[in-house]
C-alpha cells in the first residue's frame, strides 16, 4: 500500500523567504510526526500530532517554525523567514496509534531537503 | 541526560565478521524499542521491534535488558549491504501521548 509521502522532495529557497513542508500520512494512521536531521546528524524532534488532541509542540525551535494537520490526516510544516540554520532534511512520519503505547512503530516519509541560500 | 544513547561509532568491519551495538534509555517507563536502519540521504526504515525475551531475525538478534535499561542488536556474518546506521528508538507514553525517542545512530561500514 502507500506508505507516507512528503512535498517537495527538494526545496530551495532564499533567506527571509516562507516555505510550506507537506506531508500525507498513511491513511488511517493518528499520529503524525515532523522530524528535522542536519547532515550527518540525529533526528530533531519537532511536532507531533494524535488525532483531535492538541499537538506536542515542544519541539519547534523558533516561533518561526508552525505546521498544521487538517482533517486529521495531510500535515503543512510552514517556516517564516528562512534562515540559512534551517538547511536540513525535514522527516514526517505516521503510526497507527493503538492506545497505550503498543508496538506500532513509525512509517517515515522520503523527507524533504530544505536549502536555504 | 539523553533519552537514548548509542554509541556513534564508526564501526568499520570486514565482510563475514559479527558486530554488536549497545544502547541505554533513561527512563524505566518505556514502553516499546526499536531498531531502525538508515541508508545514506534515506529515511529510516524499521530493522526490527525489540521484545522482552530478545528476538531474532536471520542475521539479526535483538535484546532487552530491562533491569539494566539496555538493549542491543547483534549482526551475524555481515554483508557489505549492511553498511549503515543503526538507530535505536524508545517509545513510551509522555503528556501529549506516544511519544518515540531516537538515538543519534551507530554508523557502520562493512568492508569487503
Known amino acids: 500500500g502507500a506508505g507516507v509521502s512528503q512535498s517537495p522532495s527538494n526545496k530551495v529557497t532564499e533567506k527571509g523567504k516562507d516555505v510550506e513542508l507537506r506531508c500525507d500520512p498513511i491513511?488511517?494512521?493518528?499520529?503524525l510526526y515532523w522530524y528535522r536531521q542536519s547532515l550527518g546528524q540525529g533526528l530533531e524532534f519537532l511536532i507531533y500530532?494524535?488525532?483531535?488532541?492538541?499537538?506536542?509542540k515542544s519541539g519547534l525551535p523558533s516561533d518561526r517554525f508552525s505546521a498544521e494537520r487538517t482533517g486529521g490526516s495531510v500535515s503543512t510544516l510552514t517556516i517564516q523567514r528562512t534562515q540559512q540554520e534551517d538547511s536540513a532534511v525535514y522527516l514526517c512520519?505516521?503510526?497507527?496509534?493503538?492506545?497505550?503505547?503498543?508496538?506500532?512503530?513509525?512509517?517515515f516519509g522520503p523527507g524533504t531537503r530544505l536549502t536555504v541560500l | 541526560r539523553k533519552e537514548v544513547e548509542q554509541d556513534p561509532g564508526p564501526f568499520n568491519v570486514p565482510e563475514g565478521a559479527t558486530v554488536a551495538f549497545n544502547c541505554t534509555y533513561s527512563n524505566s517507563a518505556s514502553q516499546s524499542f526499536f531498531w531502525y536502519r538508515q541508508d545514506c540521504r534515506k529515511e529510516p526504515k524499521l530493522l526490527m521491534s525489540?521484545?522482552?525475551s530478545g528476538n531474532e531475525d536471520g542475521r539479526f538478534t535483538a535484546q532487552l535488558n530491562r533491569a539494566s535499561q539496555y538493549i542491543s542488536l547483534l549482526i551475524r556474518d555481515s554483508k557489505l549491504s549492511d553498511s549503515a546506521t543503526y538507530l535505536c528508538?524508545?517509545?513510551?507514553?509522555?503528556?501529549?501521548?506516544?511519544?518515540?525517542?531516537f538515538g543519534t545512530g551507530t554508523s557502520l561500514t562493512v568492508i569487503p
Open positions: 525489540v521484545y522482552s
Open positions: 512520519a505516521s503510526s497507527l496509534e493503538a492506545g497505550y503505547a503498543g508496538w506500532n512503530e513509525q512509517f
Open positions: 500530532f494524535q488525532g483531535n488532541s492538541a499537538p506536542d
Open positions: 491513511s488511517g494512521h493518528t499520529a
Open positions: 528508538v524508545v517509545k513510551r507514553v509522555s503528556d501529549t501521548g506516544n511519544q518515540f525517542y
